[in-house]
């Protein structure tokens, strides 16, 4: 219901007068993707273009509250790992008080979102662009006011501010909370603080020398072209800097792997999460260490902390699930005439919540003109992806209506 209350603005206004492109463009931002159908994005009124940043500053507080507050009560793909850490937030040992809960993380939130504001100002930004690039960083949602983002600045300040918050969102929110408790340790002490941020180094590093071998040549340095599309795509927040379309293979190939990693459980990003993957990493290490020694216990561990079978059980049964999802989808998006790499690329970003894809649907083009059955698929992958899959899968089974 939300996303149809908010596609009215661009129905009505007659900027999207295809309730399909409407509808896509509302679920883009509501789900914080970031994908659009609009063409003339700078030509569009400014009260268009603040609903539309605005959706997805919503939406992103929106996930903040859902993945800390209720993923971990339902224990949704793993989830109830964060129990402990929601409950420390309100001083609750044993359920967290959501309503104060909700409280301070909005506050954090709306902190976050003015400092970025104000620092973009000071880079040179205009005010209005500095409000729709803040809140798309901190939400990681990726709309911008400019059809080709960031690459319309060229501006190496402007761009080194955007990776830092983008980061900072795709950061756990709990560990932003502890950061003012206790400080920095806060973040080195978090396995899977440490694990995404280095996903995003060798990333960078790896597709840094891959473009100077190959001789590519960009407005900017190649280490910042390198760190901010790893970065955008990691945090599922979608700006570009550059037409990454045109890179290499391999760095192409390790965006697309970066699609479905994503930044931290308890942040505003998508994806299969990293504290997911590096549950996945440490499960299968563990497997292998009981075929050398079977008789040995190796219980995974998580911050020092043991994980129970049904935590590993449910990370990767939720894993499955999403690859599976995205297998269907980006067959689906193929019976439109679809070529195989806007197609797979198309559904990772959808699912993942990302935006921008590969090949038609790259960081330079945009959703426009794909078949209206492309784009609903592509919308319910954005809902499926931003609400988990599980929560909306769980409607389908026939126990869960008799239960």
């Known amino acids: 219901m939300r996303v149809f209350f908010s596609a009215l603005p661009y129905y009505i206004s007659g900027v999207l007068p295809s309730l399909t492109d409407a509808v896509f463009e509302a679920s883009s931002g509501i789900t914080t993707t970031g994908a659009s159908v609009l063409t003339q994005i700078d030509n569009l009124p400014h009260g268009i273009l603040f609903w539309r940043s605005m959706t997805h500053w919503l939406g992103g507080i929106g996930i903040v509250l859902f993945s800390v507050a209720i993923l971990p009560l ?121 694990f995404f941020f280095f996903i995003l180094l060798a990333s960078t590093v790896l597709i840094a020398i891959n473009l100077k071998v190959t001789g590519y040549v960009g407005s900017g340095s190649i280490i910042r072209d390198s760190a901010f599309q790893v970065t955008s795509i990691t945090t599922t927040t979608g700006y570009s800097s550059v037409d990454y379309a045109r890179w290499p293979a391999f760095s192409q190939l390790i965006l697309l792997i970066l699609m479905f990693v994503g930044g931290c459980a308890g942040s505003t990003t998508g994806a299969i999460k990293s504290v997911r993957i590096l549950v996945l990493f440490k499960f299968i290490y563990k497997e292998l260490y009981r075929l050398i020694h079977p008789h040995a216990v190796a219980p995974v561990k998580l911050n020092g902390r043991v994980l129970s079978p049904e935590i590993v059980k449910g990370v990767a049964g939720y894993t499955v699930v999403f690859f599976l999802v995205f297998v269907v989808s980006a067959l689906l998006l193929t019976m439109t005439g679809m070529d195989l790499v806007t197609a ?34 592509l919308i319910i992958n954005m809902i499926l992806g931003r609400l988990e899959i599980y929560t909306l899968l769980i409607l389908f089974i026939p126990a869960f209506w008799r239960g």
């Open 74 to 194: 339902l224990g949704i793909g793993g989830m109830q790992l964060y129990k402990a850490e929601a409950s420390s937030i309100t001083g609750d040992k044993f359920v967290p008080r959501i309503k104060d809960m909700a409280k301070i993380l909005v506050k954090v939130y709306l902190f976050l979102s003015f400092v970025m504001m104000v620092l973009l100002l000071i880079s040179g930004m205009g005010l209005f662009d500095a409000f729709v690039h803040a809140v798309g960083s901190i939400s990681t949602g990726g709309f911008s006011n400019q059809n080709t983002s960031m690459a319309y600045y060229n501006n190496a300040l402007m761009e080194w501010l955007i990776i830092i918050f983008m980061f900072v969102g795709a950061t756990s929110f709990n560990l932003h909370y502890d950061f003012y408790k206790k400080g920095i340790k806060s973040y080195l002490k978090s396995e899977e603080f440490r």
């Open 344 to 377: 797979i690329s198309s559904a990772a970003a959808s699912l993942g919540n990302i935006g921008p894809a590969l090949g038609a649907t790259g960081p330079m083009a945009n959703f426009a003109e794909l078949h209206d059955f492309a784009k609903w698929v």
